[in-house]
């Protein structure tokens, strides 16, 4: 067993008083010629046995306690039977929370400035230990990675040895320190390492920091282990009954002793943007996008008048020749910025709130929106971004089945208002919605590609008459890509290539099989309007009570669906019915097949069986669902710091250049095609970057929120580029924390003990088991008190009552 | 307490070197505190007048003379005593041990011949016997005055040895005093009691009245040692090292055991038992005898 005060241990010596107290009594003992010797003899042959084994008992009791009193002094460093007999090494395992919440600032200290400081007292005090002390630095973000990379094995069989060394080999790769015996110049290199330690923008967890541990431990038997785990353990990291609770009880079964850090004294109030992200809304350039941000207050005192900065960061396609220009490693460039505040108003506590907010985009291209909270504690989340990618405009086709192309002139007329003001082709456009119809006939589905398709992002179908199978299958492969396709009924249907080559029994591209066209009897004016909408995005605007949109409709024909051939489907619930007739009869129905949604509506679009096309309701409608349908192809994919993500590319390309975030949100231009040329074979299209790709070299590039960027030139020199946007994970913005008694209350079944930064500052590192050492050596000490008290009382004399006579 | 008892106490007494002005200063502060004085006899002989002292009986003052000088005196007659006390002392070694002002030895021979004085004073006869482990010296009774002094020179003892057979003792006493008369034994009684007791039944047998004043040392009362100390027999070749706190209640079990039997015996054998602590004001003894006298007349 070691002690924290070694040089105190002489203090044992100090066991052997009682002895030498007694030997000294012995030659200082009275001497006394006495009369009564005949009853003293009598005395002392009647208690001669008990009185010696009572006196041998309270001198090994006193001695017992001169050696508890200093080994309290001292104070016992925990170790198992095993140290206490060998001069096993201690080993030190700082698991350090990097995760940003501990970014959390108390004036101008953050929570991991302070974990800093505890690091380096465990340092030193173990340093001061005078015994063969280890450490091992290991932050939660670099667990986690560590455990996620792959590491190559080979045919061979994976021995016991073996899996161990390659242990060793990846937590020497992600350990500041792995195994570092302390010396003279411990404190020296600390603080080398501790310098480059920085706050990671990760939600790292600590489980898999707990688990590398356990494996470590496990490999080395013959060390004492000794975890300091510093956190600020937030409510949302350490749940009741999640894996953090089993990893400590195989660390406290191992024999080794665990100590939590609580390094905030309390959680302040923080905001944090959530979520921000685009409608579904039409894209093109010129056009106003709403934008959604949500903003949540963690904190537990209402928020009001929360200002949100949201910049839009415009790219010009400009940007290309700069590009071309300047392809040298470190070359920084910025783009234009405008920015708009937003008010809200009132933030409960725990509570998110959304604003929508108009954001316009002059040019076409991959735009950055990023919306900023005024600073409180914890800046990490007080940022967010997204990736706008906007074209010049939406181009949609739209096939028009009927000879007089009544229903293409009005959907066109919507879509195209500028044709019916009679402007010409080549003039600036006086009304843009940014939707560019093109009008084809159902043959051209069967002559175009399904690359040509991909021009456009929705696909009318307006009352045609029929479709070959291989039209359907095109027509198929572009919604499951995410396209979108709205199918308008008509005279001219024929109902069985409908039924067989469009809804397949109900895997095809039709919601519903038709059975004939049917017309609604006249309504009663008691009865319910004609046109009955559900609650969906197509409908915004035009549902609701009060809204007299939709009242106005009046429907004559429609086509009935087949309800035999419906219950007959392959499929439970092929379509979903968006809208009723009075008779309750479908009139709306939505699929969604793949990335993309098919709409159907099952009276003609033209005002030639209904009067909606002739109603104002008719635009919105029309605008909506192309919003609807046309949103697939913007997949809106939220990634956070330290994801991997795909990037398409042409795979002759020639070079590959990264631009990567820079802490004051510049881009660096980092160009890496020869260390991905490596990992890329020929024939793949898509690159796959993130931590196995960038993590091992270039650290920094996934674990920064930003834009990222990357830029392809091919063989015929054509630039193409992408930008991501990584964000910080949200949840870690909730800074609810356990308070250090909630953590002992709630890991009281597993040996350990929990602390805060400052008493652990103030203490030494061993004070948590010594804490409990002395704990128990006071126990013991109390109990020997009260023991020797009670041998001291039966050794002397203590009259009961006055004696007979006396 | 009152003034006169004051100068009775074993502190006080010790500085008193002489064993008869010890005697002598004991039984006139004993005296001077009673009420009633104590001299009176039985003779209806005329011997002298003294001058009244207050505590004197009014009965003897002779009123002719206060009638004619103004002055109490009082009448004093030759008294013709039949009151024979012999006191038989232990001087043996256990009598040597003592923890306060005098040792047991000293206090029994300041008792002894405190009675002594106070006897001869009231013109009773007196005599002494001192032992150990046998009869060390014998003083016949007798109520002359300077009687005080012989007995006084046999109280004086060198050397004293350890006592054995205390019936032997007191069995050659009441050989050597077949006159009946008041034996008063003063002892420690560190001896078997059996053997005491047969001698107390002898003299008793004989006619005697005997009284026992058994004297004591406080801390063999109370055996409050403390620390570690070697205990050396004063009559026993034997020593014990021992931790007294330890054996303190079981030595004390048994001296009370001792104590007990001693008193119950010395009731059933009619002798009158009394024990002094060392410690105890040295009228106490004499206090008892009178008490006891008073008893006796009216016993007999």
Known sequence: MN???????????????????????????RRVRWAAMEFLLKSYRKSRRWVWLKQ?????????????????????????????????????????????????????????????????????????????????????????????????????????????????????????????????????????????????????EPEEALEVTYQLILNRPSEQAVIHLLSDFRNHQWQEGDEVGEWLDKIAAEKAEVNLVQCIKEAGPNLAITDLRPTARTRAAGVSLPMIVEVTNYGDQTAKNVKVNLQSIFYDSDEKEIYLQSQQEGTVWEADT???????????????????????????????????????????????????????????????????????????????????????????????????????????????????????????????????????????????????????????????????????????????????????????????????????????????????????????????????????????KPGVVLAHLRSQAPLVAEKGIGKGKVIFFLSTYAPDWNSFASSPGIVIFTLNMQSYLGSGGYLYIPRQVGHSFDIATNPKFQSLTFTLPGTQGHRTVLDKTDRLAAATRADESVIKLGQENLAASHELEVSLPGVYEVWTL???????????????????????????????????????????????????VQKTRNSKWSEYILYLLVLLFCGEQFVAYLLSYHPKSMRRGT | MPDSKRFLHPEAIQRIARLDIRAKHIVEGFLSGLHRSPYFGQSVEFAQHREYVPGDDLRHVDWKVWAKQDRLYIKQYEEDTNFRCLMVVDVSESMQYGSGALNKYEYACTVASSLAYLILRQQDAVGCVTFDEK????????????????????????????????????????????????????????????????????????????????????????????????????????ALNCNPRALREGYLEALYDFLEDLRHQCAQNACDYMLIKTSDPLDAALAKFFTNRLGMHHRN
Not at chain 2, 153 to 180: F, G, H, I
């Open chain 1, 714 to 764: 091919d063989e015929e020199g054509k630039t193409a580029e992408k930008r991501f946007v990584l964000n910080v994970d949200p949840k870690e913005g909730d800074l609810a924390a356990h308070t250090v008694e909630t953590l002992s209350q709630r890991y009281s079944e597993v040996s350990l003990s929990a602390h805060r930064w400052d008493s652990y500052l103030v203490g030494n």
């Open chain 1, 56 to 204: 041998l008992l309270l001198l090994m009791m006193r001695m017992a306690m001169i050696a508890l009193v200093v080994a309290m002094v001292a104070k016992p460093i925990a170790g198992s039977r095993l140290s206490f007999f060998q001069n096993a090494t201690m080993h030190h395992y700082i698991l350090l929370d990097d995760s940003y919440s501990m970014g959390e600032r108390v004036g101008a200290v953050q929570a991991f400035d302070q974990s800093l400081e505890v690091i380096r007292k465990i340092v030193k005090s173990a340093s001061d230990l005078g015994t063969k002390q280890k450490i091992t630095l290991l932050r939660f973000s670099h667990a986690q990675r560590m455990l996620s990379s792959t590491v190559e094995v080979g045919p061979e069989e994976v021995t016991q040895e073996r899996a161990s060394e390659e242990l060793d080999q990846k937590v020497s790769q992600f350990a500041e320190f792995y195994g570092y015996e302390l010396d003279s110049s411990s404190q020296e290199r600390l603080e080398e390492k501790l310098t480059g330690i920085q706050l990671s923008f990760f939600a790292a």
């Open chain 1, 338 to 572: 405008t920015s708009e505040d937003i008010l809200i108003e009132e933030i409960e506590p725990g509570k998110s709130v959304s604003a929508t907010v108009q954001v316009y985009f002059p040019k076409r291209g991959q735009h950055i929106v990023r919306g900023i909270l005024p600073d409180d504690p914890l800046l990490a989340d007080n940022s967010r971004m997204c990736v706008v990618a906007l074209p010049d405009h939406e181009k949609v086709l739209l096939i028009n089945g009927n000879p007089l192309r009544r229903d293409a002139y009005h959907l066109g007329a919507v879509f195209d208002p500028d044709r019916l003001l009679g402007a010409t082709g080549g003039q600036q456009r006086q009304i843009n919605n940014g939707i560019v119809p093109d009008v084809r006939e159902a043959a051209f589905l069967r002559e175009v590609t399904p690359q040509q398709l991909e021009d456009y992002t929705t696909i009318y179908l307006l009352d045609v008459n029929r479709l070959e199978p291989s039209s359907v299958a095109k027509l198929e492969t572009f919604v499951r890509r995410g396209g979108g396709v709205g199918i308008f009924a008509g005279p001219s249907i024929e109902v069985e290539n409908y039924n067989e080559a469009w809804y397949r029994k109900g895997e095809g591209l039709l919601p519903l099989p038709l059975l004939r066209i049917d017309r609604l009897p006249e309504r009663v004016a008691s009865e319910a309007f004609d046109f009955q909408a559900q609650e969906h995005p197509i409908f915004e605007g035009l549902s609701g009570e009060g809204n007299l949109f939709l009242r106005s409709v009046l429907i004559d024909r429609f086509f009935k669906i087949d309800q035999e051939l419906l219950e007959a489907s392959d499929v439970e």
């Open chain 1, 3 to 29: 002690f924290l005060h070694s040089p105190l241990t002489w203090g044992f010596l100090a066991v052997s008083a009682p002895v030498i107290i007694h030997l000294i009594n012995l030659i200082r003992q």
């Open chain 2, 135 to 238: 009869v060390r010296s014998k003083v016949p009774v007798s109520n002359r005055q300077n009687h005080i002094f012989p007995l006084i020179e046999a109280l004086n003892v060198n050397l004293p040895a350890d006592k054995t057979e205390m019936s032997a003792v007191l069995q050659e006493v009441a050989e050597t005093y077949p006159r009946r008369g008041v034996v008063i034994i003063v002892s420690d009684c560190f001896a078997d009691v059996e053997s005491l007791v047969k001698g107390i039944r002898l003299l008793r047998q004989r006619g005697h009245d005997v009284m026992l004043f058994h004297i004591l040392d406080d801390e063999e009362l109370e055996f409050s040692f403390n620390g570690p100390i070697r205990f050396e027999g004063l009559e026993m070749e034997m």
